[in-house]
């Protein structure tokens, strides 16, 4: 079973920036998509942060267009999370999750969550 696991979340000021990266436990031999989702105490349902596709476009959330910046590294079956001109309303769990497939069925794995929070 292939687990991810993020790391790069921490405590910064607004304005400030940071880089998610979340790596698949083993090489994921075709992955199909990438995605970051945030989760807040507020809203449950996890919210979709950025997405790419098996060519590598990316899609954002409205909410995150400009100021953040997802990629891949296909050969390390990972996945990174720029963010930039960070604000307070960014505060969230952030979750990575790849959905692909090795020999068997297809997989769709999700992180463990990381803790982002936004405050001066």
């Known amino acids: 079973q292939v687990h991810l696991v993020e790391s790069g979340g921490g405590l910064v000021q607004p304005g400030g920036s940071l880089t998610l990266s979340c790596a698949a436990s083993?090489?994921?031999?075709?992955?199909?998509?990438m995605e970051w989702h945030r989760q807040t105490p507020d809203n449950p349902e996890r919210a979709l942060v950025a997405?790419?596709?098996?060519?590598?476009?990316?899609v954002y959330g409205a909410s995150v267009e400009g100021r953040f910046a997802a990629s891949r590294d296909l050969a390390k079956s990972t996945m990174y999370l720029q963010m930039n001109d960070l604000r307070p309303t960014d505060t969230a769990v952030y979750y990575c999750?790849?959905?692909?497939?090795?020999?068997?069925?297809?997989?769709?794995?999700w992180g463990q969550g990381i803790q982002v929070t936004v405050s001066s």
């Open positions: 997405q790419i596709d098996p060519f590598g476009r990316v």
């Open positions: 999750s790849i959905t692909g497939r090795n020999s068997g069925p297809d997989l769709h794995a």
């Open positions: 083993e090489k994921i031999r075709s992955i199909y998509s």
